[in-house]
T-cell receptor, first 114, second 113 residues
Framework: ETGVTQTPRHLVMGMTNKKSLKCEQH?????MYWYKQSAKKPLELMFV???????ENNSVPSRFSPECPNSSHLFLHLHTLQPEDSALYLC?????????????FGSGTRLTVV | AQKVTQAQTEISVVEKEDVTLDCVYE???????LFWYKQPPSGELVFLIR??????QNEISGRYSWNFQKSTSSFNFTITASQVVDSAVYFC??????????FGKGTRLHILP
C-alpha cells in the first residue's frame, strides 16, 4: 500500500459509544495530523504529531483523544461525542513539517453521531 | 500572522467555460510556500501545485494554470475549458516554513453540464 489510508471510511456511533479512527501512512513521513471538516466550514486542525510527539492541540475537547504509537500510525479515540461532532475527519502526513512539499491526505472518515 | 483568503465561497459555471479561483494571502516572511489542493466528493484532498516565494513564474499543467503575483499577494488558479470532473472544493494554502500549513476556507466549484 502507498499513501495515507484511513479506516473506517464511514462510522455511525451513538453518544455513549467509544470508537477509534485509524490512520496509516506508508510514505516514510515523520509528521501526522488530524483535521476536522464540518459541513460548509473550513478545515480545522485538531492535532499535530511530529516524530511521534504531540506538538499541537488546538483546544480540542477531551472527548477526542489522539494516539501516535509510531511514525506510521495515528489514532483518534472517540468517546461520549455530541451530534455536532459529526463531520469528515481527515488524516494527513508530511515530511519535516510539510512546509516545503505539503501534506498528503487520506480519504477521511465520515462520522455521524446519533 | 499568516492568513489565506478565498473570497469566492461557491462558483457555478457551464462546462467548457474558463473559471478562475482567487486566493489572497498574508505573510510577514520573505520565504514561504503556496499550495492548491482539490477535494472531490470522495473527500480526499489532492495536492495540485506548490510554489515557493522566490519563483513567480506562472505555471501551466494541461487545463490548469496558476498566476502568482507577489505585488498583490495573490495566487490565483484558472481552469480552462472546464469539465464536470473539475467539480470539487478547491483549497489554497500557505506555509511559512514552520510545522503547519494554513488553509483557506475553500471555494466550491460546480461545473454544470
Amino acid at each position: 500500500e502507498t499513501g495515507v489510508t484511513q479506516t473506517p471510511r464511514h462510522l455511525v456511533m451513538g453518544m455513549t459509544n467509544k470508537k477509534s479512527l485509524k490512520c496509516e501512512q506508508h510514505l516514510g513521513h515523520n509528521a501526522m495530523y488530524w483535521y476536522k471538516q464540518s459541513a460548509k466550514k473550513p478545515l480545522e486542525l485538531m492535532f499535530v504529531y511530529s516524530l511521534e510527539e504531540r506538538v499541537e492541540n488546538n483546544s480540542v475537547p477531551s472527548r477526542f483523544s489522539p494516539e501516535c504509537p509510531n511514525s506510521s500510525h495515528l489514532f483518534l479515540h472517540l468517546h461520549t461525542l455530541q451530534p455536532e461532532d459529526s463531520a469528515l475527519y481527515l488524516c494527513a502526513s508530511s515530511q519535516d513539517g510539510g512546509a516545503v512539499y505539503g501534506y498528503t491526505f487520506g480519504s477521511g472518515t465520515r462520522l455521524t453521531v446519533v | 500572522a499568516q492568513k489565506v483568503t478565498q473570497a469566492q465561497t461557491e462558483i457555478s459555471v457551464v462546462e467548457k467555460e474558463d473559471v478562475t479561483l482567487d486566493c489572497v494571502y498574508e505573510t510577514r516572511d520573505t520565504t514561504y510556500y503556496l499550495f492548491w489542493y482539490k477535494q472531490p466528493p470522495s473527500g480526499e484532498l489532492v495536492f495540485l501545485i506548490r510554489r515557493n516565494s522566490f519563483d513567480e513564474q506562472n505555471e501551466i499543467s494541461g487545463r490548469y494554470s496558476w498566476n502568482f503575483q507577489k505585488s498583490t499577494s495573490s495566487f490565483n488558479f484558472t481552469i480552462t475549458a472546464s469539465q464536470v470532473v473539475d467539480s470539487a472544493v478547491y483549497f489554497c494554502a500557505l506555509s511559512e516554513g514552520d510545522d503547519k500549513i494554513i488553509f483557506g476556507k475553500g471555494t466550491r466549484l460546480h461545473i454544470l453540464p
